[in-house]
């Protein structure tokens, strides 16, 4: 089968692979149909997540048709179109057993800190992803879904992480009716987050990025206003102003790993890998909330340290909530909203890519190129 | 004057004027619609799994694992076993130290560029060898407006952008540079 192959930091390529063989009774082995690239997937790309090895396949979002069942499958068969969440979980440990399916702890050897993830280093359990023909999709029963009939193939396909992940962190935030919620980061999760603020009563949405295509979708995707940290030159006066001086109810951290706006935490996490994650959203959000006010943190760091800004979370008495998001937890209600027109999540899809041109899609979104927002890979185009 | 006072901001748009702009708005305002609300919820009947614990997966190789894990979970990912000089260092920071010890995670970030070093040198007695021109995807700088795209736009990035070319092409540099100086130093000893 053909395979994206990751070569070393900003290197990769499309590989002739093995098709995955059936590993434990209750795994299915899919064919990829659709698969994304995720923002998280260039931390990879860039070298930043450790145990990151040459030859691993990448790729958490995809959706497909079932190949092949192992032998203890009850809920799946040959030829059903699935969606799969990009968490692996077993759904039966401690954590599975309350709701916490990004937590499980029986499918990652490597680490106890994180569950496991399709295609996103050993460190989140050496799974190869799907950014491939074929992958081994472990627990059947438990992750995959059947694609409803009424679904279009791109929903499904942002509904295995971003559009989950995006809502999962506006729940995150606790908003209240009225609320002003600071978004920061204008890229596909950062996206879904400002539209779900508004589905929990939000009454002020406020996107925060650098790049201005990304921001003219937030007000025209997500209805929100807009502030652009490079024309300020301090974007936490600037929300302090934008909020009579109070500070937004709720911030969220869309961004993660690595954000820019401040060159020292951006070389120091992004190029010479000293944290885990460059963390100026995140310290903006602390920054820019209001004293007693929540943080949400959606954007994926790594599991080294990072140069938080903790004694002012501490001093403002900041509720901080964070995870990996349990993402078949979100898929009844989502499916309700898209059902109901209030979400249609592939608006925000940019680019659709061969597989064979991979290495340009994760150049161009790396780069942020040809106002790339969210590409998705074609394996059989 | 907030927030020198005990009011609340007035709001720009009320409640009915959102919900006639915005589709679906207020739909989760409830925290019962929410389905992470509350954050835990035990109800193991609800995943789908028909098993306590989970039948264990054949390891074919000793695989790696956390300290800070009491066994090997029953299932786990098969990429690309540990292999060379990089292959001992992630079984070293496994044996050694735990997630909670900076070491653990240092030493497999240099295996990972030692891994990058060593694959790239195999690929070169290969049919295939590397080629940063096509891998880096630098080719798209043409088709997808790598000039406008970056210039003129205010871009934050750009302050570090100029590294890029450096951490991918710089390894090469080096690698060809200690090649040519042992090459050197061999024909010297021959002489």
Avoid at chain 1, 319 to 324: D, I, K, V
Avoid at chain 2, 12 to 37: N, T, Y
Wanted: hydrophobic share 40%; net charge neutral; with cysteine.
């Amino acid at each position: 089968m053909r395979a994206m192959v990751y070569r070393g930091p900003y290197k990769v390529r499309v590989e002739e692979k093995d098709v995955p063989p059936i590993e434990h009774p209750n795994d299915a082995i899919v064919r990829v149909t659709l698969a994304a690239i995720c923002g998280s997937d260039l931390h990879l790309y860039h070298g930043m997540m450790p145990d990151t090895r040459v030859g691993m396949t990448f790729g958490h979002e995809f959706i497909g048709v079932v190949e092949q069942v192992g032998p203890s499958v009850r809920n799946l068969k040959r030829g059903d179109r699935v969606m799969v969440p990009f968490n692996v979980y077993c759904g039966s440990c401690y954590f599975c057993a309350r709701g916490l399916y990004s937590n499980c702890h029986n499918v990652n050897p490597n680490a106890t800190a994180i569950g496991g993830i399709y295609g996103y280093s050993h460190t989140c359990g050496g799974y190869d992803g799907g950014q491939s023909e074929f992958v081994r999709v472990p627990f059947a029963d438990v992750g995959p879904s059947i694609i409803p009939d009424w679904m279009d193939d791109e929903d499904a396909l942002m509904l295995t992480d971003a559009l989950a992940t995006g809502y999962f962190g506006a729940q995150l935030g606790d908003i209240t009716e009225g609320d002003t919620v600071a978004v920061f980061g204008a890229g596909p999760v950062g996206l879904y987050a400002a539209k779900s603020a508004w589905l929990m009563g939000a009454g002020r949405v406020i996107v925060i990025d650098h790049l201005d295509y990304r921001l003219e979708k937030a007000r025209t995707f997500a209805h929100a206003e807009t502030f652009n940290f490079a024309e300020h030159d301090d974007i936490v006066v600037q929300m302090k102003k934008a909020t009579d001086y109070l500070g937004a109810d709720v911030a969220i951290d869309a961004v993660g790993a690595e954000a820019d706006g401040n060159l020292t935490q951006h070389i120091t996490a992004a190029k010479l890998k000293l944290q885990g994650g460059s963390p100026v959203a995140l310290n903006w959000a602390i920054d820019s909330v209001r004293k007693g006010g929540t943080i949400s943190v959606v954007g994926a760091y790594g599991p080294m340290f990072s140069a938080v800004k903790f004694g002012d979370a501490m001093n403002k008495g900041l509720t901080l909530r964070m995870n990996q998001c349990p993402v078949k937890r979100q898929w009844p209600r989502l499916f309700e909203h898209i059902q109901n027109g209030y979400l249609k999540p592939s608006d925000i899809i940019t680019h659709r890519i061969p597989l064979e041109d991979i290495a340009e899609g994760y150049h161009m979104f790396s780069s942020k190129l040809d106002d790339c927002i969210k590409p998705v890979v074609v394996p059989a185009a | 004057m907030l927030p020198y006072t005990a009011n609340r901001a007035n709001r720009a748009e009320s409640s009915d004027q959102l919900r006639a702009r915005i589709p679906g708005w207020g739909a989760d305002l409830d925290p019962k619609d929410r389905p992470s609300v509350p954050r835990e919820r035990y109800d193991p009947a609800a995943t789908g799994a028909h098993w306590d614990l989970p039948e264990r997966q054949q390891e074919k190789w000793p695989r790696e694992r956390s300290l800070e894990h009491r066994h090997l979970p029953p299932v786990f990912g098969t990429s690309t076993p540990p292999k060379g000089l990089s292959g001992a260092l992630r079984k070293l920071s496994y044996a050694r130290y735990s997630e909670g010890r900076a070491a653990h995670w240092l030493i497999l970030l240099m295996a990972d560029r030692v891994d990058a070093i060593e694959s790239h040198l195999r690929s070169f007695v290969t049919t295939r060898p590397d080629n940063p021109i096509t891998q880096t995807g630098v080719l798209s700088e043409g088709r997808r407006r790598g000039f406008s795209s970056r210039f003129g736009r205010n871009r934050a990035d750009l302050g570090h952008t100029w590294l890029d070319p450096i951490i991918v092409v710089g390894p090469w540099v080096l690698v060809g540079v200690m090649a040519f100086r042992v090459g050197r130093m061999l024909v010297k000893r021959r002489a």
